[in-house]
Every structure is written in structure tokens, then in C-alpha cells.
């Protein structure tokens, strides 16, 4: 398959949209065609690695990773995909954990298969040049990022976040790694790193040897491994109890949703899908006004979605050429920090659940459905990231120390160094020029 800009259609090859991120045109890179499948033909794949290499075979088939693509696969997706059942009272809904890799946030799917298809690239290359990855961060970008391509031949990670500005353990796990990757500490905001890796690459010419990569949240090779645990959740749930499913999950720069999207439209039995926001309302004003109108980002306990302007969007303007569809079909819910708080505690109070401050979300969106809506489809609440991640937002609410993975454990015991810069080209340039 061939890959198109959502701006003038300009065709690209895989490894081209892999590598460069954004097209030359400005646009973002989408499958050429969203193909139609037959859902029964995954009936009888029940492991969701065979799952998802058949699922994205589909796509990057007479590419450059199709030989490749059943070790990519099996490689990047290693880790579990938990469903947990929570029916109650004829009202089916369960929690997809996708917080089972690495550094415990879903951002591990998209990351993981990145680097491993870009590190199959540049094996099929003549005289490869090192590739920098550079990366802003707020969070769980930043560290996704970090261990998929930690100790990966010919590749250099530049991790760039805001100083002071992230929690102490996230703020471990970006700066954790050694060997090839760099974290920068940068006196300033998140805007700040974000500008400094857009000027950064405006001047690619100044890093002779190196190319500049960027491994942001809108490269295609992050979003489409994210649609495989949308259509493999479904169809399993479909074969069990003949029903499809609704899935609503917490909403940022809409990637992970989008994602959603795509399974949809590939076929799989997907109902309905809500975007369950914070108190950045961008797309629920929205769906409500039908003007489209980006703002800057307001700070919230579900930092990892404070997005004012969410660039996925212009994927959905890509596919529906008629606004009018496009407004009657998506559907988003803004909740704020105050029901952020209450839903984490009545969670953990009166059902057990220990979620962190995107899940919460996506939960109260369901819990304020009526009994009606409860029972019509089968409701999947998104678990985006493991609570011990936010633990200085969600222990004061629980009063209760959240129990850390083992795998976050071991990272948190690894020594920490990182250098801290002004927000300044030419710093960076000189950070970079280290890695
Ligand atoms: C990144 C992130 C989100 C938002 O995902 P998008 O794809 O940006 O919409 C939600 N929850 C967590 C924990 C995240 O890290």
C-alpha cells in the first residue's frame, strides 16, 4: 500500500511516511485506502500478535516491511492486552488495560512498533546514516519513546522536557536510560521544547551526519499499530457474545481514537466511539458549534490529553468530505478536574477500580448513561495508562500508596542523569552534537 498527505495527496511510499513523520506538504500521512476486511476470517486468530500482523498486513503489504512485518509484530506487541469483564445487571461494559508494556501507558504500542520498523529500514540500507530521534515531551511520550529505541543500534534518541515541569517518577523514567539516549532538561514549557524541535529541524542541515527523526504521536507507524487492540478486543467479544462494541476513550490529540476509527471502518464490529476529553473542550465545542477552533492548552490532572489544538483532527477532516457526516457521527464528553477527582475515588471506593486521571475520564462519561444507553451495546472503558504513574494525583485522593509494576519498579531503581538547558537552538544544537 501506498500512503497519501492529507493536504494535497501526495503519494508516499512506507518508509518515507515512517521516517519524515509529516508530509513535505505539511500534511499528515494516511493509508491510501482504509481496506474493507471480512471480520470472520480473524475468527480463528486468537493470539493478538498473529492477530494484529494479519490485521496490519493489510496495509503495508508490497512495502518495504512486508517481509519483515511477522517479526516486527511479534517483537514490538509482546506484552498483554487485558479485557476485564465488568457486566453488572444486563449492562455489559469492561476495561481495556492497554498499560501492560514497558512504561505503562498505551503510547508503548505505537513507540515499540516505530522502532522496530524503522530499525528494519535502515537494515535494508546501503550506507545507513545514524538517526536521531528527536522527541518533546510532557510525559509518556517522552519515555515510550526512550525504551523503544534504548540500546538500538544506529539510532540516538534526544528527549527533550520541560524542568520541574513533570512528576518526579515520570521525570525518572525520561531520564533513566544511558547509552544512546539524551534527556534534556529545558528551563521553559512544553511549548517551549515543542518549538525548539520544530526550529531544530528547520536547520537539518546543520547535523551533517545525522538525520533527524521525529517519533511524535501523528507519525502513521505509531497510529496504526494502535488500531490492531480496537479490532481484535471486538471481534474476540463479538464471537463470545454475538454483540459489538462501544468503546469510549480519553482524548488528547486524538491519535489513539483515530486509531479506533480506523478498525472501525476496516469492518470490525465497532458501534459507536466517544472521545471522553478534559477541561480542553477544542473538539466537544466542536461537535456542538461545527466551527473548528484550536486553543492554547489549559493545565489538567489528565496532563497526558492537554491539548489545545489536537492534530489528528485534520485525519477525520481527511475522510469525511462531507462536515455535516463528520459532526453527526463523532461524539466527545469534556470532564473536569473536579469530576476527574470525585470518579477516581467513587472508582476505587465502590467498584475496586484503581484508575488514573485519563481513565477516570472515560469512566465518568460511562457512568453518567443512563440505564437505556448501559444496556444497548457492549461499553469498553479505554485504560490508558497504570495509576502508579500519576501516583501524585491519585494517592491523595485514594489515601492509599498505589503499588508499583514490577517492570516501572525496575526503572525507577536505575540511576538518573540528564543535562538542562535554556529554551536556545543553539544549546540544543550542542546537546544533540553529544548524543
Ligand atoms: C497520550 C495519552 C492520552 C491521549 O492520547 P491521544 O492519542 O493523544 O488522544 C491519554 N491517556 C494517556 C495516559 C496518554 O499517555
Given at each position: 500500500?501506498?500512503?497519501?498527505?492529507?493536504?494535497?495527496?501526495?503519494?508516499?511510499?512506507?518508509?518515507?511516511?515512517?521516517?519524515?513523520?509529516?508530509?513535505?506538504?505539511?500534511?499528515?500521512?494516511?493509508?491510501?485506502?482504509?481496506?474493507?476486511?471480512?471480520?470472520?476470517?480473524?475468527?480463528?486468530?486468537?493470539?493478538?500478535?498473529?492477530?494484529?500482523?494479519?490485521?496490519?498486513?493489510?496495509?503495508?503489504?508490497?512495502?518495504?516491511l512486508?517481509?519483515d512485518l511477522?517479526e516486527i509484530v511479534s517483537e514490538a506487541l509482546?506484552?498483554?492486552?487485558?479485557?476485564?469483564?465488568?457486566?453488572?445487571?444486563?449492562?455489559?461494559?469492561?476495561?481495556?488495560?492497554?498499560?501492560?508494556?514497558?512504561?505503562?501507558?498505551?503510547?508503548?504500542?505505537?513507540a515499540r512498533f516505530l522502532a522496530a520498523s524503522m530499525s528494519k529500514?535502515?537494515?535494508?540500507?546501503?550506507?545507513?546514516?545514524?538517526?536521531?530521534?528527536?522527541?518533546?515531551?510532557?510525559?509518556?511520550?517522552?519515555?515510550?519513546?526512550?525504551?523503544a529505541?534504548?540500546?538500538r543500534?544506529?539510532?540516538?534518541?534526544?528527549?527533550?522536557?520541560?524542568?520541574?515541569?513533570?512528576?518526579?517518577?515520570?521525570?525518572?523514567?525520561?531520564?533513566?536510560?544511558?547509552?544512546?539516549?539524551?534527556?534534556?532538561?529545558?528551563?521553559?514549557?512544553?511549548?517551549?521544547?515543542?518549538?525548539?524541535?520544530?526550529?531544530?529541524?528547520?536547520?537539518?542541515?546543520?547535523?551533517?551526519?545525522?538525520?533527524?527523526?521525529?517519533?511524535?504521536?501523528?507519525?502513521?507507524g505509531?497510529?496504526?499499530p494502535?488500531?490492531?487492540?480496537?479490532?481484535?478486543?471486538?471481534?474476540?467479544?463479538?464471537?463470545?457474545?454475538?454483540?459489538?462494541?462501544?468503546?469510549?476513550?480519553?482524548?488528547?490529540?486524538?491519535?489513539?481514537?483515530?486509531?479506533?476509527?480506523?478498525?472501525?471502518?476496516?469492518?470490525?464490529?465497532?458501534?459507536?466511539?466517544?472521545?471522553?476529553?478534559?477541561?480542553?473542550?477544542?473538539?466537544?465545542?466542536?461537535?456542538?458549534?461545527?466551527?473548528?477552533?484550536?486553543?492554547?492548552?489549559?493545565?489538567?490532572?489528565?496532563?497526558?490529553?492537554?491539548?489545545?489544538?489536537?492534530?489528528?483532527?485534520?485525519?477525520?477532516?481527511?475522510?469525511?468530505?462531507?462536515?455535516?457526516?463528520?459532526?453527526?457521527?463523532?461524539?466527545?464528553?469534556?470532564?473536569?478536574?473536579?469530576?476527574?477527582?470525585?470518579?477516581?475515588?467513587?472508582?476505587?471506593?465502590?467498584?475496586?477500580?484503581?484508575?488514573?486521571?485519563?481513565?477516570?475520564?472515560?469512566?465518568?462519561?460511562?457512568?453518567?448513561?443512563?440505564?437505556?444507553?448501559?444496556?444497548?451495546?457492549?461499553?469498553?472503558?479505554?485504560?490508558?495508562?497504570?495509576?502508579?504513574?500519576?501516583?501524585?494525583?491519585?494517592?491523595?485522593?485514594?489515601?492509599?500508596?498505589?503499588?508499583?509494576?514490577?517492570?516501572?519498579?525496575?526503572?525507577?531503581?536505575?540511576?538518573?542523569?540528564?543535562?538542562?538547558?535554556?529554551?536556545?537552538?543553539?544549546?540544543?544544537?550542542?546537546?544533540?552534537?553529544?548524543?
Amino acid at each position: 500500500m501506498k500512503f497519501v498527505s492529507t493536504k494535497n495527496k501526495i503519494e508516499a511510499e512506507a518508509e518515507e511516511a515512517i521516517f519524515s513523520g509529516t508530509a513535505s506538504d505539511g500534511g499528515l500521512f494516511m493509508p491510501s485506502v482504509i481496506p474493507k476486511i471480512e471480520p470472520s476470517a480473524y475468527n480463528n486468530t486468537e493470539n493478538f500478535q498473529l492477530f494484529s500482523n494479519k490485521m496490519l498486513g493489510v496495509f503495508f503489504n508490497e512495502t518495504v516491511l512486508e517481509d519483515d512485518l511477522n517479526e516486527i509484530v511479534s517483537e514490538a506487541l509482546n506484552f498483554e492486552v487485558i479485557q476485564r469483564d465488568l457486566s453488572k445487571d444486563q449492562m455489559p461494559i469492561s476495561l481495556l488495560e492497554l498499560f501492560h508494556g514497558p512504561t505503562a501507558a498505551f503510547k508503548d504500542f505505537g513507540a515499540r512498533f516505530l522502532a522496530a520498523s524503522m530499525s528494519k529500514i535502515i537494515k535494508k540500507q546501503a550506507n545507513p546514516k545514524a538517526v536521531t530521534i528527536l522527541v518533546a515531551t510532557s510525559g509518556d511520550t517522552g519515555s515510550a519513546v526512550a525504551s523503544a529505541f534504548h540500546n538500538r543500534q544506529g539510532f540516538n534518541v534526544v528527549v527533550l522536557f520541560p524542568n520541574g515541569r513533570v512528576s518526579p517518577r515520570q521525570q525518572h523514567q525520561l531520564t533513566c536510560w544511558g547509552n544512546n539516549v539524551v534527556s534534556v532538561a529545558i528551563n521553559g514549557e512544553f511549548d517551549d521544547c515543542q518549538r525548539l524541535t520544530k526550529e531544530a529541524f528547520a536547520q537539518e542541515g546543520k547535523f551533517k551526519n545525522q538525520t533527524l527523526c521525529s517519533a511524535n504521536s501523528i507519525n502513521i507507524g505509531r497510529l496504526l499499530p494502535q488500531a490492531t487492540y480496537y479490532a481484535w478486543s471486538s471481534q474476540r467479544y463479538f464471537l463470545k457474545h454475538g454483540m459489538q462494541t462501544s468503546f469510549i476513550i480519553p482524548t488528547g490529540n486524538l491519535g489513539n481514537a483515530f486509531a479506533c476509527f480506523i478498525a472501525k471502518e476496516m469492518g470490525f464490529p465497532i458501534e459507536n466511539i466517544v472521545f471522553a476529553t478534559n477541561a480542553n473542550r477544542t473538539i466537544p465545542d466542536f461537535l456542538e458549534t461545527g466551527f473548528w477552533q484550536p486553543r492554547p492548552t489549559t493545565p489538567t490532572l489528565a496532563s497526558a490529553m492537554d491539548v489545545g489544538n489536537p492534530s489528528n483532527m485534520e485525519r477525520f477532516f481527511h475522510v469525511f468530505d462531507n462536515p455535516e457526516t463528520l459532526l453527526d457521527t463523532l461524539r466527545a464528553v469534556s470532564v473536569t478536574d473536579e469530576q476527574i477527582t470525585n470518579q477516581i475515588r467513587s472508582e476505587y471506593l465502590d467498584n475496586q477500580i484503581l484508575c488514573c486521571p485519563h481513565t477516570a475520564t472515560a469512566l465518568h462519561v460511562y457512568r453518567e448513561f443512563s440505564n437505556k444507553e448501559k444496556k444497548e451495546t457492549h461499553w469498553c472503558i479505554v485504560a490508558t495508562a497504570h495509576p502508579s504513574k500519576f501516583e501524585q494525583t491519585v494517592e491523595p485522593i485514594i489515601g492509599e500508596e498505589i503499588a508499583v509494576p514490577e517492570r516501572l519498579r525496575a526503572l525507577l531503581e536505575l540511576d538518573s542523569s540528564f543535562v538542562t538547558i535554556d529554551p536556545e537552538l543553539n544549546q540544543l544544537i550542542e546537546a544533540i552534537a553529544s548524543a
